[in-house]
């Protein structure tokens, strides 16, 4: 892959996880909002990859870099809110710079996705789309208010790393 290249999906995948900073920063400490959205955590994140981040109306928020497990997803932000209009709106500010498509065949941009326990009801909504060269899955869970953004260079291998890990 040409330099050229490498460094125009740098700068998208620093641009798709950036892209919720357009909310001013917020006043938030570090407390107990942040240990609890650090528990939120997918697999292969944790606060060694994570670090505190600050945005407008989330009660807590992280920025990650590569995700430890083969194959997951290069950055990551994770959002904690304390309502579910909150919640929406975070997950729409996430999803806002990507072009929406489709998780899977037939299914809905966005859609909601449900615990395989319970398939009748919905845990949160879930998004797929790419901005530039990156592929991004973003994802709510409406119980604890969390809204999340994972990018990297494929959808698919992204959208199967979350139905394993997020």
């Not at 430890?68 to 904690?80: D, E, F, R």
């Not at 065949?105 to 859609?111: L, V």
């Not at 119980?143 to 979350?162: F, I, Y």
């Amino acid at each position: 892959m040409s330099q050229f290249v490498s460094a125009a999906r740098a700068l998208a995948v620093a641009a798709l996880v950036g892209g919720y900073a357009w909310m001013c920063p917020a006043t938030a400490t570090a407390d107990s909002n942040s240990a609890a959205l650090a528990g939120m955590l997918s697999k292969g994140y944790s606060t060694s990859n994570c670090k505190p981040d600050q945005v407008e109306g989330a009660l807590a928020a992280f920025k990650c870099g590569q995700n430890t497990l083969p194959g997951g997803p290069v950055k990551a932000a994770y959002l904690l809110y304390g309502n579910s209009s909150d919640t929406s709106e975070g997950f729409k500010g996430l999803a806002s710079d990507l072009t929406l498509v489709p998780c899977e065949p037939g299914a809905s941009a966005p859609d909601s996705w449900h615990y395989q326990s319970s398939p009748d009801t919905p845990a949160g909504k879930v998004a797929c789309g790419t901005s530039e060269d990156v592929a991004g899955v973003v994802w709510t869970n409406d119980q604890n208010h969390m809204a999340a953004l994972v990018a990297g260079s494929d959808a698919k291998s992204l959208r199967k790393w979350w139905l394993a890990n997020g």
